[in-house]
């Protein structure tokens, strides 16, 4: 028996259809131009704390390309490994250590703001590659910690492990992470597009994660998805939510700013 009646799944498709014409008709055109808006939604944008190609900077500043860069990493090596269903958060000292590289994230982040301001004096120079660092480590716990709430939420029976489970695994991510960071410091432009759109759209993925788990709840289908295709009309519900929240903070940002641009850091 379908978790779904064919009233509601319309429903859910209508929506989904609709608020996703609406974002591609009303943000700027092309594929650049649409990750764009979604790191318009999320990401400060400014220029001097992003990458560039040639002079145009990524759709997500350099701390934001590493956070979702390492959400979907870490996505692609769950998937790999069979683990997209895993319902157990990492093992304590696993989780503590992930934590641990995920807190560079805001002792970075706070030198980087604070040194925006003449009274302070950083103990180091905040750089675009420690942004990207930190970032990767981040994006890394986020997910770790984020796709088995997920899965324990959906799932009638998720899987028993973790995504990670030893610290040899954590550490071969590590690695992973490390090469991505390579790519995006290398600079070569075809490279830097991909990993731009990937993290463009590692942004998306966490919505969707987000607006799945609130419909599941919203309709109470709590912990009944059996199969695959029973998250169909939740992954749905979570693209509709991905594509309203990032458009109406697209909408509110533009009508105070008046351009797509990132902020002015010296203005």
């Known amino acids: 028996m379908p978790l779904y009646s064919r009233t509601t799944s ?58 979702y860069l390492g959400v979907m990493a870490g996505l692609a090596v769950f998937a790999g490994s069979g683990r997209l269903r895993a319902g157990r958060l990492p093992p304590a000292r696993v989780l503590a250590l992930l934590l641990a590289l995920g807190a560079t994230y805001a002792v970075d982040g706070l030198n980087s703001y604070l040194s925006l301001f003449e009274f302070y004096a950083p103990p180091y120079e905040p750089r675009n590659s420690l942004r990207l660092v930190t970032g990767l480590a981040f994006g890394l716990t986020m997910i770790a910690v984020a796709l088995p709430v997920f899965n324990a939420t959906v799932w009638r029976t998720p899987a028993s492990g973790a995504p990670v489970r030893s610290l040899r695994e954590l550490a071969a991510l590590i690695a992973i992470l490390a090469v991505i960071a390579g790519g995006v410091l290398a600079r070569v432009p075809a490279l830097l597009l991909f990993f731009g759109l990937i993290s463009a759209a590692g942004v998306l993925v966490m919505f969707v994660l987000v607006g799945g788990v609130l419909f599941v709840t919203l309709a109470r289908r709590e912990n009944a998805a059996a199969r695959w295709r029973d998250l169909a009309v939740p992954a749905l519900a979570g693209l509709a939510f991905a ?25």
């Open 10 to 67: 319309r429903r859910v498709l209508l929506a989904a259809g609709l608020i996703g014409l609406i974002w591609l008709a009303a943000t700027p055109s092309g594929v650049l131009g649409k990750a764009d808006a979604v790191g318009y939604a999320i990401c400060h944008r400014i220029a001097e704390r992003s990458f560039h190609v040639h002079d145009r900077p990524l759709p997500l500043c350099a701390r934001c390309t590493g956070i």
């Open 243 to 267: 594509f309203a929240i990032t458009g109406a903070i697209d909408a509110a940002r533009y009508a105070l700013t008046g351009t797509w641009n990132g902020f002015n850091l010296w203005g």
